[in-house]
């Protein structure tokens, strides 16, 4: 089998957008940094990818609610493996659809009856081959996504605002952005409905929630944070701003309004951050990473609409 090309060489870069309109409508110095236009429509395919490709087995199990696992699924596919993803009935129907047209397996479960975690095990079990990648809760998922964090490095902003769900973003932007030296501070967009990361911030310890919280922002309803990644983010995040569902709406309508760019939910998160507290960053020059675009058409459409 032909050696897999570097994860430099198979990820697009990311597309940085001036937003003159935007940036005058939140009283500040933005830049976009949009994961949309990436492979699979959003930053998850960088992890997903170096995970794949560093890897033994040909057999991956997974659990997303929609992005890592057509990530994982199309990474599979580049590289002669196979996966199965197990998802919520919840996810959208949109990322439903393009795992399996990428070639992966999909085991929708009932999350209120079972949890993610339990039903991989049992896949685990019937599949003992294979390897169980956590979409956030690991090293090498952490190394693809400070390929992000090495290009922000480059632009010398002095804060980078991106979504936290289970931390492997932030916690990549970090890495990145340290390895190269920057001295830019990364600052979390978590929705107020799954705000476990905050929590765990003011206390010190990781906090996990009982349930997976239903925010609109589907791509951030995990449990808790990863491990791995928050002994990263505890000490190296700067900080996090907890955003309200309707200021993550408003978010999506600014982008599409503003800077002609589709953005799902978890992807506005950012935005939503500073619609939520504005006056952090009112000298500064930031950047808002936009971490995916994929969104149900209908669900967008009554986002949009809703003013």
């Known amino acids: 089998m032909q050696s897999p090309q570097p994860l430099f060489e198979a990820v697009r870069k990311t597309t940085f957008i001036e937003a003159p309109r935007l940036a005058k409508r939140l009283g500040v110095n933005l830049t976009i940094a949009s994961e949309t236009f990436q492979h699979t429509g959003s930053f998850k395919f960088r992890a997903a990818y170096n995970l794949a490709s560093k890897i033994e087995p040909s057999r991956i199990l997974t659990a997303s609610s929609g992005n890592f696992g057509q990530a994982m699924a199309y990474a599979c596919q580049l590289l002669g493996k196979s996966c199965i993803v197990v998802m919520p009935q919840t996810s959208a129907q949109v990322k439903i659809d393009a795992v399996r047209e990428y070639g992966g397996v999909v085991d929708l479960i009932d999350v209120r009856v079972k949890g993610r975690a339990v039903r991989v095990d049992e896949l685990a079990q019937e599949h003992p081959d294979a390897f169980v990648a956590s979409p956030y809760d690991d090293l090498l998922v952490i190394e693809g996504n400070a390929s992000l964090g090495a290009e922000l490095a480059a632009q010398n902003f002095d804060f980078v605002i991106a979504p936290v769900g289970g931390g492997g973003l932030t916690a990549g932007l970090i890495k990145g952005l340290r390895d190269a030296g920057s001295a830019t501070k990364v600052i979390g967009a978590e929705p107020l409905m799954a705000n476990d990361a ?16 239903q925010t609109i922002a589907d791509g951030a309803r995990t449990v808790s944070l990863g491990h791995h990644n928050w002994a990263i983010l505890q000490e190296g995040l700067a900080d996090i701003v907890e955003v309200p569902e309707e200021n993550i709406k408003e978010g999506m309508r600014l982008l599409y309004s503003f800077a002609n760019l589709k953005a799902e939910p978890t992807g506005a998160l950012s935005i939503g951050a500073l619609l939520t507290a504005r006056e952090k960053f009112a000298e500064a020059a930031v950047c808002c990473v936009i971490s995916g675009g994929n969104v149900d058409a209908e669900v967008y459409r009554t986002i949009l609409a809703d003013n």
Do not use: F, Q, V
């Not at 905050?198 to 919280?213: D, K, T, V």
């Open 198 to 213: 905050a929590r765990s911030l003011r206390e010190g310890r990781l906090m996990i929630n009982e349930l997976e919280p």
